[in-house]
């Protein structure tokens, strides 16, 4: 964590001076906040990420983070408890006693993401990759190719000598335009992505998630309670592809959108175009809550919650707070013993043939004495 000067203790003379405080604090530039606090942070199109956990999103125009991989977010009094690891007294006095500027969203520049990839024909890679590690069917996969928002190009990251192929899925807007995008590595580097091995990034508008349309969902003027516009979200590409192959016999006519972590803003923004409704980017990003704030809700709206079963999945379930539409969640089963699973773990437990447990033990055995599988081959070639 970065070094900081822990703030000094003083007392406050009235419940209306510690309101004030935390009301400044909390007003703070989000992105100044953390500059202070040391971060390093990256500009992705409208927003920002940290360097050092890409997964911990900035948002500017509601001065806000989000750490995806936790499942938590913020104003500007949880960024410092949360870096600072200190309590929210601390973080308000720290906030209070640095000169940081107030957030104005007005100043905030506003920058359209460009595309800038240049794509690879045949995909030859992220054909082989995605069927052979993640066990997509062939069918999905080109099912995504032709719709145009499954790509491979290449990619070169910091710490990178030379570009590595990457597989891209596209963030494509009702008018065709490219929104944003996700990539996703297909070569190790342990050393410059620590856990997770491979390469991820997203770019461009956070509001915007890679959707699929399956079959012939109904329009704003079609669509009923008997026939509504079906929206099933997803926190990955891989695990939207997997579901695909899964359920392909009883999905029906839907959007699918993989949102790129957990973000109701991306469904929001889903509905807002399949309903062709009118409007700013960040208009139709709050689309679900101008629901829920209406008198009246939408009788011919289904949204499936298909996100990972995971503390953090089932907490972004139960929060999702939409009563006005129909909200049903549909999470992958857990197995005795996990804490987590998603769609595309499942898609390959169904596929991987599975030892019996003698075959686990020996494994394990093996594994954890190397002389072992020797002597068993030996004993073995006695016995003959």
Same mark, same amino acid.
């Given at each position: 964590?970065?070094?900081?000067?822990?703030?000094?203790?003083?007392?406050?003379?009235?419940?209306?001076?510690?309101?004030?405080?935390?009301?400044?604090?909390?007003?703070?530039?989000?992105?100044?906040?953390?500059?202070?606090?040391?971060?390093?942070?990256?500009?992705?199109?409208?927003?920002?990420?940290?360097?050092?956990?890409?997964?911990?999103?900035?948002?500017?125009?509601?001065?806000?983070?989000?750490?995806?991989?936790?499942?938590?977010?913020? %104003?500007?009094? &949880? *960024?410092?408890? +949360?870096?600072?690891?200190? @309590? !929210? #007294?601390?973080? $308000?006095?720290?906030?209070?006693?640095?000169?940081?500027?107030?957030?104005?969203?007005?100043?905030?520049?506003?920058?359209?993401?460009?595309?800038?990839?240049?794509?690879?024909?045949?995909?030859?890679?992220?054909?082989?990759?995605?069927?052979?590690?993640?066990?997509?069917?062939?069918?999905?996969?080109?099912?995504?190719?032709?719709?145009?928002?499954?790509?491979?190009?290449?990619?070169?990251?910091?710490?990178?000598?030379?570009?590595?192929?990457?597989?891209?899925?596209?963030?494509?807007?009702?008018?065709?335009?490219?929104?944003?995008?996700?990539?996703?590595?297909?070569?190790?580097?342990?050393?410059?992505?620590? %856990?997770?091995? &491979? *390469?991820?990034? +997203?770019?461009?508008?956070? @509001? !915007? #998630?890679?959707? $699929?349309k399956v079959g012939n969902p109904p329009t704003n003027k079609t669509m009923t309670p008997e026939h509504p516009l079906k929206i099933i979200a997803f926190e990955a590409g891989f695990d939207m592809m997997a579901y695909l192959d899964l359920f392909k016999e009883k999905i029906g006519d839907a959007y699918l959108v993989a949102m790129h972590g957990r973000k109701k803003s991306v469904i929001s923004t889903t509905l807002a175009n399949a309903l062709n409704v009118p409007g700013t980017d960040e208009?139709?990003?709050?689309?679900?809550?101008?629901?829920?704030?209406?008198?009246?809700?939408?009788?011919?709206?289904?949204?499936?919650?298909?996100?990972?079963?995971?503390?953090?999945?089932?907490?972004?379930?139960?929060?999702?707070?939409?009563?006005?539409?129909?909200?049903?969640?549909?999470?992958?089963?857990?197995?005795?013993?996990?804490?987590?699973?998603?769609?595309?773990?499942?898609?390959?437990?169904?596929?991987?043939?599975?030892?019996?447990?003698?075959?686990?033990?020996?494994?394990?055995?093996?594994?954890?004495?190397?002389?072992?599988?020797?002597?068993?081959?030996?004993?073995?070639?006695?016995?003959?």
């Amino acid at each position: 964590m970065p070094n900081y000067n822990r703030p000094q203790t003083r007392q406050l003379s009235s419940h209306s001076e510690r309101k004030k405080l935390r009301e400044d604090a909390n007003n703070k530039n989000i992105i100044e906040v953390a500059q202070q606090l040391g971060m390093t942070l990256e500009r992705i199109g409208k927003d920002y990420q940290w360097k050092d956990h890409d997964s911990l999103k900035f948002d500017t125009r509601k001065n806000y983070f989000y750490w995806n991989a936790q499942g938590f977010g913020g %104003g500007p009094i &949880k *960024l410092a408890q +949360t870096i600072m690891e200190c @309590s !929210y #007294g601390e973080a $308000v006095r720290f906030l209070t006693g640095n000169e940081i500027s107030k957030f104005d969203k007005n100043l905030i520049p506003k920058k359209e993401f460009k595309y800038f990839l240049s794509e690879t024909p045949y995909a030859t890679e992220l054909k082989a990759f995605t069927s052979q590690k993640r066990q997509i069917s062939n069918e999905t996969i080109d099912f995504l190719i032709n719709q145009g928002v499954l790509v491979q190009s290449k990619y070169k990251d910091r710490g990178q000598e030379q570009p590595d192929p990457v597989i891209v899925f596209k963030n494509i807007d009702s008018n065709v335009e490219i929104k944003g995008m996700a990539l996703q590595g297909m070569i190790d580097h342990p050393d410059l992505y620590p %856990g997770r091995d &491979k *390469l991820k990034k +997203t770019f461009g508008n956070g @509001s !915007y #998630g890679c959707v $699929v349309k399956v079959g012939n969902p109904p329009t704003n003027k079609t669509m009923t309670p008997e026939h509504p516009l079906k929206i099933i979200a997803f926190e990955a590409g891989f695990d939207m592809m997997a579901y695909l192959d899964l359920f392909k016999e009883k999905i029906g006519d839907a959007y699918l959108v993989a949102m790129h972590g957990r973000k109701k803003s991306v469904i929001s923004t889903t509905l807002a175009n399949a309903l062709n409704v009118p409007g700013t980017d960040e208009g139709k990003a709050t689309m679900l809550d101008v629901i829920e704030n209406s008198t009246n809700g939408i009788e011919a709206v289904k949204i499936i919650l298909a996100v990972d079963n995971d503390e953090a999945g089932r907490k972004f379930v139960e929060d999702f707070g939409i009563t006005k539409v129909s909200v049903i969640p549909h999470l992958p089963k857990l197995t005795p013993g996990e804490k987590k699973s998603d769609w595309n773990e499942i898609l390959q437990r169904i596929k991987t043939p599975q030892k019996s447990p003698f075959e686990e033990r020996l494994k394990k055995a093996a594994e954890a004495r190397p002389d072992f599988a020797a002597r068993l081959r030996q004993a073995a070639t006695k016995q003959k």
